[in-house]
């Protein structure tokens, strides 16, 4: 693949991305990456520069996808327990496979600036996306007056980066999911 196209850079940092994902950072090689894609390594770093640099453009694709897709459940007319099930189901469903920006904030947030911004911003928007949700269901009262929309939306937002930490490594089929069903009944009762 001597001069790729915009649309293969984007199946390329798309397969990156999982790459990363299934193998974190540290475990993943040029040379990994090289076979995924399809691309020399020439092309590689002349479309995406090193190694650290294809990550972070692979955080950002993630970053993009993912929101598309919380976007998709969060923005539907669904009554707001019904949407937090929703969500609690995807992420359940997903949580084996793992969740990049976790794998980044546990294997190199606390040493690397760049990976560390990458997944701050995509946590402050998660959870700008969550208050929004909540105080729309404060708003029509399916939520009491009494909550506090900035705590339960960081509640909210660390147990799902939770739910794919544990998904990673519990063998038990429905561990996951059983925990989702604890969240939705202590929030019913909130």
Do not use: C
């Amino acid at each position: 693949m001597d001069h790729p196209t915009t649309s293969d850079n984007d199946t390329a940092l798309h397969i990156a991305m999982e790459v990363f994902q299934r193998q974190g950072f540290e475990a993943t090689s040029m040379s990994d990456l090289v076979a995924a894609t399809g691309m020399n390594r020439a092309s590689l770093y002349s479309t995406f520069g090193s190694k650290h640099q294809l990550y972070l453009a692979a955080l950002t694709y993630w970053r993009n996808r993912s929101e598309a897709q919380a976007h998709a459940v969060m923005g539907a007319d669904d009554a707001f327990f019904d949407m937090l099930a929703n969500v609690l189901k995807v992420v359940a469903r997903q949580a084996r496979e793992g969740n990049l920006m976790v794998s980044a904030a546990v294997e190199l947030a606390a040493g690397d600036p760049l990976t560390s911004r990458r997944v701050r911003e995509t946590w402050t928007k998660s959870e700008a996306d969550l208050k929004r949700v909540l105080h729309q269901a404060k708003a029509t009262g399916q939520l009491s007056a009494s909550v506090d929309v900035e705590q339960l939306a960081r509640t909210i937002l660390v147990f799902l980066q939770g739910m794919y930490v544990v998904g990673r490594v519990e063998e038990e089929e429905g561990w996951v999911a059983s925990a989702a069903q604890g969240i939705q009944a202590l929030l019913k009762g909130a």
